[in-house]
């Protein structure tokens, strides 16, 4: 499995912006599907947006779509979640995930986690 560590998470008043980075340990980074998830509390976990091993197919929430940007560099292990016009219900713990099925974007597909990065959006 691949370790993940997330950061970036933090305090913005709506309207802002935050950028979410990802590092895996691992030498096979490339061939995993990515994912940003978040959980608010008394929520499920919800898929905020993923991204396919090459970077060429991205899916996002209809939540999120036109504001957050997913991205990844394989050269250097990392997933990021780029967060514009953050909207206070936007605030949970974000975490970082790592599947090896193709083309699944359901929290059962990821089999490997990060620990999670509180981003609050305040009015």
């Known amino acids: 499995q691949v370790q993940l560590v997330e950061s970036g998470g933090g305090l913005v008043q709506a309207g802002g912006s935050l950028r979410l980075s990802c590092a895996a340990s691992?030498?096979?980074?490339?061939?995993?599907?990515m994912g940003w998830f978040r959980q608010a509390p008394g929520k499920e976990r919800e898929i905020v947006a993923a991204?396919?091993?090459?970077?060429?197919?991205?899916y996002y929430a209809d939540s999120v779509k036109g504001r957050f940007t997913i991205s990844r560099d394989n050269a250097k292990n990392t997933v990021y979640l780029q967060m514009n016009s953050l909207k206070p219900e936007d605030t949970a713990v974000y975490y970082c995930?790592?599947?090896?099925?193709?083309?699944?974007?359901?929290?059962?597909?990821?089999?490997?986690w990060g620990q999670g990065t509180q981003v609050t959006v305040s009015s």
């Open positions: 991204i396919n091993f090459s970077g060429g197919i991205t």
């Open positions: 995930a790592a599947s090896n099925l193709y083309g699944r974007w359901d929290v059962g597909s990821f089999a490997s």
């Open positions: 691992g030498r096979t980074f490339s061939t995993y599907t």
